[in-house]
């Protein structure tokens, strides 16, 4: 067992930091206040192919392994969990299905342009009546001539203001009992595609997570991904390398909750001493480098079975569920250790509290993952 990233690994991970740290911390604060998604870096990103970190070079990706993946998020999101949550799922769970599961044609047409941040994915999935119970979801693909014709409305998509090219999961036969879904590869700019206002979030602000209503929205035959009655095994089996990239934008957040906490401890003063030499501050911090450390192993570990093609559904749904309370339980300490300036947009320390909590809810809530290993304790 290897505890060390390789070289490789490292100077990707380096590099990602120095970007970061450079680039995108010092929007941040702006991207949060206005809610104004940063175009400019954004193409900086694409340039660094973090677009497509998984994909092959010959798809205009980077090729990267799921631990440099990983490391990726989880240094964007140290910076801004807003930006980090646009690559997560811009890699994961738009990127990443349209090259497991489309043909050399969906590949070429769609995926290559995804890749190289032409344009930005999105994962279509939850509706208003259908969220942790996705097989609930109405949208409809109805058979029409030598294509399909989709109704249905879509909410909370991540990067669906600024997205090129949607993943929409539908069903394909709704007065049966046994229902089957399809995925569809929609391109924003078709007909019937309507996009609503950006949603006014508490946290993830700059990323614009929107509705998106498909109304007599035509689409052709090759737009389809997989084949009918694919769809909630394209969903399930894409969620599970989405939760590695969950897992890793919360650990972002938690060590960004870590850092600057570590930083104001050592510069407040009260009672004559600095923060940093009481006994409960340091406890504090000491529980939060453990608990970070503990979640990016389990992170580690899941990544490498991904990297591996060995099952990793509990795996993942462990390091996305820990990660995420870790990147809580880290920002609710943080603002503790900053006090009263700790409640006020004077220190980050507010933002990453806000920011944090939506790791428990997204790609299924916390609740979810406990029965996703629970599932596979019972062997089912
Ligand atoms: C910022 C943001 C971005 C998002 N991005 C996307 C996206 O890009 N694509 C997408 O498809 N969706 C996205 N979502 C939606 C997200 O995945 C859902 O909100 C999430 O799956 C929960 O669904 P829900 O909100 O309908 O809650 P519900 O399913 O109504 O759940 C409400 C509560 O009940 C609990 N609960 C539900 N069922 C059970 C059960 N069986 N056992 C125990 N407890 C249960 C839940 O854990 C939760 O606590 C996003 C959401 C947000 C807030």
Redesign the pocket.
Known sequence: MIFQPDMKQAVIKRTARKFAEERIAPAAAEMDATGRFPADLAAEMAGLQYFGLEIPPEYGGAGLNSVSYADVIEEVSRASAAMG?CIS?HNS?AASPIYEFGGEFQRQRFLIPVARGEKIG??????PN?????SSLETVAARDGDGYVLNGN???????GVSGTNLI?ACTNPSRERKEYAVFIVESERDGVEKGPV?D?M??RG?P?CPITLSDCRIPQENRLGEEGQGMKIALSTLGGGRIGIGAQALGIAQACLDVSVKYSKERHQFGKSLSEFAAIQGFLSDMATRIEAARLLIYRASHLRAAKLPHTAESAMAKLYASEVAVYASRVGVQIHGGYGYTKAYPIERYYRDAK?CE????????Q??VIARSLMGR
């Open positions: 949550l799922v769970v999105t994962f279509c999935l939850t509706e259908a969220g942790s119970d996705a879509k909410i909370f998509v991540t990067n669906g999961f949603e979030m946290g993830m990323n997570v939506v809810i997204y790609e299924g809530t916390s609740e979810i406990r029965m």
